[in-house]
T-cell receptor
Framework: AQSVTQLDSQVPVFEEAPVELRCNYS??????LFWYVQYPNQGLQLLLK??????LVKGINGFEAEFNKSQTSFHLRKPSVHISDTAEYFC?????????????FGQGTILTVHP | DGGITQSPKYLFRKEGQNVTLSCEQN?????MYWYRQDPGQGLRLIYY???????QKGDIAEGYSVSREKKESFPLTVTSAQKNPTAFYLC????????????FGEGSRLTVL
């Protein structure tokens, strides 16, 4: 079975600073990887996904993530954050082609951007 | 606009009562899911359905029940057997070609008094 670990439960950062949210996964087979964002009392919205191909994936709102198979990581980065990026971010994994959308989620990282 | 509608957004219930959360989608998706969210625990899968009239238990199905009589609808009943029902519940759907990408509703927050 696969698992996901988000290494930081909370990340405070000042506006316009860079940020990295860390995600490691465990799986013995190939996986698809996702980052979702959740604003307070709302559902989740897809930021980006890695299925195959280039290991650097670009998503919405200026976010990007890099798939590192040897380190089983999929860290999320943004070079300059805004106040509006304050939200909770979830890393998720699913087995490629076999698990019918049964995502396994990490515990979440709360990003707080201060002025 | 296409999307997923969950209702009610907030719900209060007394201990011992069953409650049903509604989830409707107009995305023409076959697969639908119910997740439970608790602070610091991420999302955990309760039930999922890949097709009408069929559904499977997820990781934490005890104390919950579902039905899938229509493609558009996947209601979740939180029964009195669920020991700790206070949580945020999220419904999602997935199209056939999105390689696992889920589309989420806005969620329903259930509080047991």
């Amino acid at each position: 079975a696969q698992s996901v670990t988000q290494l930081d439960s909370q990340v405070p950062v000042f506006e316009e600073a860079p940020v990295e949210l860390r995600c490691n996964y465990s799986s013995s087979v190939s996986v698809y990887l996702f980052w979702y964002v959740q604003y307070p009392n709302q559902g989740l919205q897809l930021l980006l996904k890695y299925l195959s191909g280039s290991t650097l994936v670009k998503g919405i709102n200026g976010f990007e993530a890099e798939f590192n198979k040897s380190q089983t990581s999929f860290h999320l980065r943004k070079p300059s954050v805004h106040i509006s990026d304050t939200a909770e971010y979830f890393c998720a994994v699913t087995l490629d082609g076999t698990s019918y959308g049964k995502l396994t989620f990490g515990q979440g990282t709360i990003l707080t951007v201060h002025p | 606009d296409g999307g997923i509608t969950q209702s009610p957004k907030y719900l209060f219930r007394k201990e011992g009562q069953n409650v049903t959360l509604s989830c409707e989608q107009n995305l023409n998706h076959d697969a639908m899911y119910w997740y439970r969210q608790d602070p610091g625990q991420g999302l955990r899968l309760i039930y999922y359905s890949q097709i009408v009239n069929d559904f499977q238990k997820g990781d934490i199905a005890e104390g919950y029940s579902v039905s899938r009589e229509k493609k558009e609808s996947f209601p979740l009943t939180v029964t009195s057997a669920q020991k700790n029902p206070t949580a945020f519940y999220l419904c999602a759907s997935r199209g056939p070609r999105e390689a696992g990408e889920l589309f989420f509703g806005e969620g329903s927050r259930l509080t047991v008094l």
